[in-house]
């Protein structure tokens, strides 16, 4: 079926503004996940649901940060009062809930904050 | 915790020649091992993995072989092209406590080919 889509390709959006990024995930996968990743760095975990279980947010950076998913389907990620030090590359990726499960990446929403 | 290291780029090769980018991993547990590759202005896709000890994952002429008494899953391509350039990726996925699986991700690695 079709892969992990994520929308807005880009947003540019002004300091102070709040911002919602859209994941939508292969069907079927339990698994979901967010990642940062600020120009040449690696990735940065910052959230992940499993199933209806509580998601683990350990990986959120601040109160502003804040995501939900509807049952095993899409999520969105909402950054409240951007920051210019958000400006990043956001990743969704979903995967099956297993060890051995490949994480498959959305293309990314690029996150530019004046 | 768990870990990912692999070495700083970026490295720097020409066509044809033989790449080894290296990674090792700490874990608690016995993890699935994996290497993605990101090329320019893409998301990042698997490239290859491997599930238990000695297992090679290989894929575009890549390979890596899962060490477990070194610890280590490097990756090797004996002939490299200018169309592999791309960051690559080491990455150990594992059952955390509580039954959560969050990858660890090492910070990757730059690779530019020229002709």
């Known amino acids: 079926g079709a892969g992990v889509s994520q929308s807005p390709s880009n947003k540019v959006t002004e300091k102070g503004k709040d911002v919602e990024l859209r994941c939508d995930p292969i069907?079927?996968?339990?698994?979901l996940y967010w990642y940062r990743q600020r120009l040449g760095q690696g990735l940065e975990f910052l959230i992940y649901f499993q199933g209806n279980s509580a998601p683990d947010k350990s990986g959120l950076p601040s109160d502003r940060f804040s995501a939900e998913r509807t049952g095993e389907s899409v999520s969105t990620l909402t950054i409240q009062r951007t920051q210019q030090e958000d400006s990043a590359v956001y990743l969704c990726?979903?995967?099956?809930?297993?060890?051995?499960?490949?994480?498959?990446f959305g293309p990314g929403t690029r996150l530019t904050v004046l | 915790g768990d870990s990912v290291t692999q070495m700083e780029g970026p490295v720097t090769l020409s066509e044809e020649a033989f790449l080894t980018i290296n990674c090792t991993y700490t874990a608690t547990g016995y993890p699935s091992l994996f290497w993605y590759v990101q090329y320019p202005g893409e998301g990042l896709q698997l490239l290859l993995k491997?599930?238990?000890?000695?297992d090679k994952g290989s894929n575009k002429g890549f390979e890596a072989t899962y060490r477990k008494e070194t610890t280590s899953f490097h990756l090797e391509k004996g002939s490299v092209q200018v169309s592999d350039s791309a960051v690559y990726f080491c990455?150990?996925?594992?059952?955390?406590?509580?039954?959560?699986?969050?990858?660890?991700f090492g910070r990757g690695t730059s690779l530019i080919v020229h002709p």
């Open positions: 069907s079927g996968h339990t698994a």
């Open positions: 491997a599930t238990k000890a000695d």
């Open positions: 990726a979903s995967s099956l809930l297993r060890r051995t499960d490949t994480q498959y």
């Open positions: 990455a150990l996925s594992d059952q955390a406590s509580g039954g959560s699986y969050i990858p660890t």
